[in-house]
């Protein structure tokens, strides 16, 4: 099974629709769960089963004894007209470790529950590219994917490309340019921030880039990146050290316009390098000082 084929296991749109059902009418069985969120008289009930199926097993849904379905408690938490921290929610247990158990394996394993895996693995690959020349379709993702010589691939088929860009937009990874996406994790980022900053003030760039990296691990540094990394033979670039990647640059860039950041460069801190089209060198920083500050 996978997440990203839409059409087994479910819609972003019918997992909203659950989330609002249950937070509205509390824990119920499943058949009046599925009833409310597609009546039978209007709407064929298959992906709501799919979707409901897919999200039990990621740990959206509790089934109680088995019979009453209810959210899983990080999710019961949210507010039912909250959207900036549902998706961070969903973001937080899609890189659960449990649900990335065949994030490296070809095949399926029988053994091993798919999880969240296949679009963790595209969120990751498609973080390491140039956001601004990322492809648009299909065939233009198979070529660099081939030039990168990356296995497991993350995009074996056009129902797993398409269900990855509905997917990568909702979760704040990318935002809808043109004909495609541009991989942009600035909404998901935005989500984390006050988790990220604690009670400070401002961070040195090292801690918020680490603090980042392990809530949303496909980031640069990040556990699952490193994982995915490890699978590709030709980088498009090569990033030094002091480099941030250029996805999560427009991350930055995109927040600091926004006015929820902004950067400073202090002459006696290690900094780091925001990096823009074709990792061209676009300014160095040291710290992050944060709204209000």
Known sequence: MSLLNRPSDGLPSVLIAIFRTLSAFGPMPESELIEL?????????????KTLTRWKQLG??????GTILMLAPSIAS???DDSVSLRTEILRMIFVEKNNATLLLDEPDEDLPSGSADLSRALAWSLMQDPFTFPKNLHSVETLQGQQGISPRAFANDTRWSGFQEWAVFLGMAVNSGKGITPNPALAL????????????????????????ELISVLDGGALRKKVESTVKTSWTVLNPSDISPS??????????????RFELRSDAPEKNLLGRGARLMRPFSHIVFSGS
């Open 248 to 261: 999560l640059s427009a991350a930055l860039f995109t927040l600091e316009a926004s006015r929820r950041i």
């Open 78 to 80: 949210v507010q039912i």
């Open 190 to 213: 935005s989500g984390f921030l006050d988790e990220i900053r604690g009670s400070s003030i401002e961070l040195p760039q090292g801690v918020f880039l680490q603090r980042a990296s």
């Open 60 to 65: 959206f849904i509790d089934t109680g004894d």
């Open 37 to 49: 969120v597609a009546p039978a008289t209007a709407v064929k009930q298959d992906m709501a089963k």
